[in-house]
């Protein structure tokens, strides 16, 4: 017994028989290869046009003493609302702000820590922001779709790189880890983006289409999930001292680019994801004794990279 | 604008209305009260024997330097495991081990750091265990079932208070956030119960059936979540001084009244807990705009609380 490698998982990076690929390519008959491709394997094989580069309009910064969370928006889901936020980012409003909440398992929340009557002026930005919980299907960018079924939605898959539902009528960004959304009062117009959240926890995809969700975490996850829990109701910190504030918070576009976090992503409307996620599906490495034939949305991985070298 | 209480879910207590009862009780002509019930107003309305104490011999102390993770066993799941852990337990085995792995969005894992010639001897404790990745349902304790189906499993719901999958021929335990399972290498009967780990993310539940779960963390998910992540190949520390030691592990059986955490668990066998999952399937407070109508098994909440003075 090697005490030493006992460890969940280990050995147990994604695998892909070729078999697997039969989601999308037509059925073979060829038998499938001994060894199967991991999830390291189909990156590898990747090809420059599999990435992305996020538009440095749409990267938002939120730079914390311990580090940056890049976040990027998704303005085709959620107009009005995000205009607004780059209104705000771009006043530096959120600058000298703070994390007002970390609660466990669901979000950590941040905005203005101040009383109503001292609270920062909006300036420019609009103070309410009709709800934009969901958007009509109809003129949407593509959809991806996932093969597996979900309690949450008609459907369920990727709407330019970010975890959506979509019905007969409507598709919307879902609530997985990373997601990042508007808090808001109990008037559904009242999320105008000064508090904005992140969900650290088990998917609450019960707040989907009830919250209009602006964008996803691509990187920095750690620095919000490692973040003292707050002690007061929902998480919220009960003294200013419990708070980590915020450096500031910019649009890439915005700085100059030594100042800029270079990052590719996955896109989801490749061969290449369709393959990493029936290799998520069923993994097939010797580790695995059960291959699960699902995946929930949530689990589904969206790699991130630094560009590669010229 | 009440800026200073726009939170997310600020006011949003689960809410139940009575006609949301429907789901066990028979249907009622009569019309729903105009104020739904929170889980807060449930909880509050519970009997007595509502909440269950947890066995002291099925009660397994992390006790950390920061504090105590308290972590409940379900020996009739994995009668054999278990066994082995508390042998390990009390030959005090795990303590001075540490902390060797926090994988972001999935688990914590604790043992022996040592290289395999150096590791710490096993004693009366075996060291391969048959896998128990499920067990037959003759003979398995009662299973409540949820309402909502599931990719991952026939059915799914709770066993004794653990969340759980049922399919014609076994019932398992589901990887949800705090499930302790068993760390093992390829062979199935390699676990033997000297590392163990607690996943801290979305549910990884296509561990399901590929892994011995011997419990669930009750109290103290804090103190594992909030751990640096580590950089090295699957999330495990790169050097000893990442690593957070274990000050000891300890089954309440064996220590005095004074040093036990006094802790009482909702039942999940109850009509007090059914009206709670369905105040969770269908949120009908007045910030929710739309319920979901669904609720994923590893959103369902079992509370815990102290025992309330007698």
């Known amino acids: 017994m090697t005490r030493r490698d006992r460890r969940l998982g280990a050995g147990a990076l994604v695998a ?16 499938p290869p001994a060894k199967p491709l991991t999830m390291a394997d189909i990156l590898a094989a990747s ?24 976040i990027e928006l998704a303005p085709e889901m959620a107009p009005k609302t995000i205009g607004n936020i780059k209104t705000l980012v771009r006043a530096n409003y959120f600058d000298g702000l703070a994390i007002l ?6 979000v950590v929340q941040w905005g203005d820590p101040a009383p109503d009557d001292a609270k920062r002026p909006l300036g420019a930005a609009a ?3 009709p709800a934009e919980f969901q958007r009509p299907r109809a003129g949407a960018p593509a959809f991806t779709r996932l093969p597996d079924k979900d309690g949450y939605a008609r459907e369920v898959g990727f709407v ?11 598709v919307w960004l879902a609530h997985c880890p990373g997601a990042v959304g508007v808090g808001r009062d109990t008037a559904p117009d009242s999320g105008a983006g ?17 919250v209009t969700i602006v964008g996803r975490v691509l990187q920095g996850m750690s620095l919000l999930t490692t973040l003292p829990r707050g002690t007061g109701p929902l998480g919220f910190y009960e003294t200013p001292d419990q708070r980590t504030p915020i450096v500031r918070v910019r649009l890439a576009a915005d700085l ?21 996620v029936e ?8 580790w695995y004794v059960r291959p699960a034939g699902y995946i929930d949305l949530c689990n589904v991985p969206i790699p991130v990279r630094a560009p590669p070298k010229p």
């Open 47 to 70: 090809a420059p046009s599999d990435w992305r580069t996020p538009d440095p309009a749409n990267l938002m910064y939120l730079d914390l003493a311990a580090g940056r969370v890049v």
């Open 194 to 210: 000064t508090e904005l959240y992140a969900v650290i926890g088990h998917a609450p995809r019960n707040l989907d289409h009830n």
């Open 256 to 276: 100059p680019q030594s100042e800029r976090t270079p990052i590719e992503v996955l896109r989801t409307d490749t061969a290449t994801f369709t393959a990493l």
């Open 101 to 106: 909440r970390v609660q466990e398992n669901y």
């Open 160 to 170: 330019q790189g970010f975890p959506a539902g979509r019905d007969r009528k409507d």
């Open 16 to 31: 892909l028989a070729l078999a697997g690929l039969a989601v999308t390519a037509p059925a073979r008959a060829a038998p």
């Open 279 to 286: 290799a998520r599906r069923n993994r097939r490495d010797e």
């Open 127 to 129: 103070s309410t922001i």
